[in-house]
């Protein structure tokens, strides 16, 4: 969901811009309360897996391709903050290394891919959380749905950016539709990537899981 | 199961490495999400070049390096590279410091 150059005016491009930049020194600010010593190498690995997977487009539908996001694999990893300037790292290589995303659009997709994507999905995770029994297997139930979550997110994100400005003239309704539609069926592929990456993590090394609570398994064997 | 750091950062970074400079190869080419909405409605007419679309690396591939799977692989390995410093360094900068001495 990289957007080009030209499809949104450069006055919306400059002020949602604007927008990434408040949240981005928001998401500085919060990454400094929460990384360790341990989960600030993490955060890193995270941003490059996600540049990693996120070259893997898999088929959805006909003549269509679909690839991770990785907001809310970040976001159960290293938490919100962080997550959201992994994302933004990624974007940015993205943008400037590979021409993949334009320029004067980093600020609209930073803030659908890096902001809205993280953040909702973030909603969605606590909510489960608080329903679901505290097991890995729920926590990766949470993962999925969150993951689910959050690639119409980002797309409804892309269609409030047409909708305010759009270069073109086609319908907000039509646009909508096939946006949503579209980004469901990539949804499933990123919950099902998500999902699996983090029952890897859990297995391994759950003490540096930032969604799993129970830090503390060294010691968990009581009699 | 619990492994140590070294080997789990270690597996996390050779993974990444493998995906994006192997796998990347048998990745799908046709356009993704955003960009078959706007073939599909029309809007695709109002995009413009990249700014930096001529660049040795645009589009995942190394110009003039025939060899489609050697191509994309060391472009995706470059990228896993600059991923890695940029991030290692932005999270290494602004993470806690641990107290540096015990009183």
Redesign the interface.
């Known amino acids: 969901m990289h957007i080009p150059d030209g499809f949104i005016d450069l006055p919306t491009s400059a002020a949602f811009a604007a927008a990434s930049a408040v949240a981005v020194a928001g998401a500085v600010k919060g990454s400094r309360r929460q990384l360790s010593e341990q989960s600030a190498p993490l955060a890193g690995l995270t941003a490059v897996f996600i540049f990693a997977v996120q070259m893997l487009n898999f088929p959805v539908a006909a003549g269509t391709s679909g690839h991770l996001i990785g907001a809310t694999l970040a976001m159960v990893l290293v938490g919100p903050y962080a997550a959201t300037l992994a994302l933004v790292v990624v974007l940015i290589i993205q943008a400037f290394l590979f021409a993949d995303g334009g320029l004067t659009a980093l600020g609209l997709s930073i803030f659908n891919m890096a902001v809205i994507s993280v953040w909702v999905s973030f909603a969605v995770f606590m909510l489960l959380k608080k329903i679901l029994p505290k097991t890995k297997s729920w926590l990766v139930v949470a993962t999925f749905i969150s993951a689910l979550f959050s690639v119409p997110a980002a797309a409804v994100g892309f269609v409030i950016q047409y909708a305010i400005g759009a270069n073109a003239t086609f319908s907000v309704g039509a646009v909508l539709n096939a946006m949503v539609g579209t980004h469901i069926l990539i949804g499933i592929g990123e919950a099902i990537i998500t999902a699996l990456t983090v029952s890897a993590v859990l297995a391994s090394r759950s003490d540096l899981v930032f969604g799993w609570d129970k830090k503390d398994t060294i010691l968990e064997i009581r009699s | 199961?619990?492994?140590s750091?070294r080997k789990?950062?270690a597996s996390?970074?050779l993974?990444?490495?493998l995906?994006?400079g192997g796998?990347?190869f048998?990745?799908?080419?046709?356009?993704?999400?955003?960009e078959?909405?706007?073939e599909?409605?029309?809007?695709i007419?109002?995009?413009?070049?990249?700014?930096?679309?001529d660049?040795t690396?645009?589009?995942?591939g190394i110009a003039g390096l025939e060899n489609a799977r050697l191509s994309?692989g060391f472009?995706?390995l470059?990228?896993?590279l600059?991923?890695?410093l940029?991030?290692?360094g932005?999270?290494?900068l602004?993470?806690?410091k641990?107290p540096s001495k015990n009183q």
């Open positions: 199961m619990k492994i750091n789990f950062f996390f970074l993974v990444s490495a995906l994006a796998a990347s048998y990745a799908s080419s046709a356009p993704d999400g955003l078959k909405v706007a599909d409605v029309g809007f007419e109002t995009a413009e070049d990249h700014t930096f679309g660049f690396l645009s589009d995942y994309v472009a995706g470059i990228g896993v600059a991923t890695a940029v991030a290692m932005l999270f290494m602004i993470r806690k641990a």
